[in-house]
């Protein structure tokens, strides 16, 4: 059994910053990605970042590239997500997501929500 949990999230006005931090365990966890996806109300989940296990590579999408951060601390399954200069368009539910054995993103949080406000 594969747990991952979200932590932080709430309110933070517009051009403020928040993090999230995200942990997963259990014995069958391969975790060689961790991923942060977002959903807005009414609309579709995307992707927002992630982190590779190895190399420290990392991914963002174009919407968030310059404000974000992701890191991922070296030899555990805890990965963080700095947000910077935050705006309302990034109002969301915020998920974590980590691969598994077939490089799918199978295991999934049950989300934090972040509003920003003007």
């Known amino acids: 059994q594969v747990q991952v949990e979200e932590y932080g999230g709430g309110l933070v006005q517009a051009g403020g910053s928040m993090r999230l931090t995200c942990t997963a365990s259990?014995?069958?966890?391969?975790?060689?990605?961790m991923a942060w996806f977002r959903q807005a109300a009414g609309q579709g989940r995307e992707f927002v970042a992630a982190?590779?296990?190895?190399?420290?590579?990392?991914a963002y999408a174009d919407s968030v590239k310059g404000r974000f951060n992701i890191s991922r601390e070296k030899g555990k399954n805890t990965v963080y997500l700095e947000m910077n200069n935050l705006n309302p368009e990034d109002t969301a539910v915020y998920y974590c997501?980590?691969?598994?054995?077939?490089?799918?993103?199978?295991?999934w949080g049950q989300g934090t929500q972040v509003t920003v406000t003007t």
């Open positions: 997501a980590a691969t598994g054995p077939a490089g799918d993103y199978d295991f």
């Open positions: 259990g014995h069958t966890f391969y975790g060689v990605t």
């Open positions: 982190a590779r296990s190895s190399g420290g590579s990392t």
